[in-house]
């Protein structure tokens, strides 16, 4: 079955950095393309970068954009995303997703796997 793993969460300080990494199996991870969303409390799930199945396009909400930076690794099966300069309004739990054959999307629905999520917390 497919299974998508997030790790790389933690606490950290304002305009500190964090990488999360999305392991992948089950699936033909070359195929897919992966986004990466968050949920704060209260709050809906909210895209926050994404990167096409051939990896040639990568694209960020404003929010993020110059901040992060999402990359994948098709021989190991992981998708990342390497934060910087984290604010108190980054704080969430994040989770990567897989969409087949997905060159660009900005919403759930358009990816059929997601993870379990990670924790980021931003605090001093």
């Known amino acids: 079955q497919v299974q998508l793993v997030e790790s790389g969460g933690g606490l950290v300080q304002p305009g500190g950095s964090l990488r999360l990494s999305c392991a992948a199996s089950?699936?033909?991870?070359?195929?897919?393309?992966m986004g990466w969303f968050r949920q704060a409390p209260g709050k809906e799930r909210e895209f926050i970068a994404g990167?096409?199945?051939?990896?040639?396009?990568?694209y960020y909400t404003d929010s993020v954009r110059g901040r992060f930076t999402i990359s994948r690794d098709n021989a190991k099966n992981t998708v990342n995303l390497q934060m910087n300069t984290l604010k108190p309004e980054d704080t969430a739990l994040y989770y990567c997703a897989a969409g087949y054959r997905v060159v660009k999307s900005y919403v759930p629905g358009g990816y059929g796997y997601w993870g379990q999520g990670t924790q980021v917390t931003i605090s001093s």
């Open positions: 089950g699936l033909t991870f070359s195929t897919y393309g």
């Open positions: 990167i096409s199945w051939g990896g040639a396009s990568t």
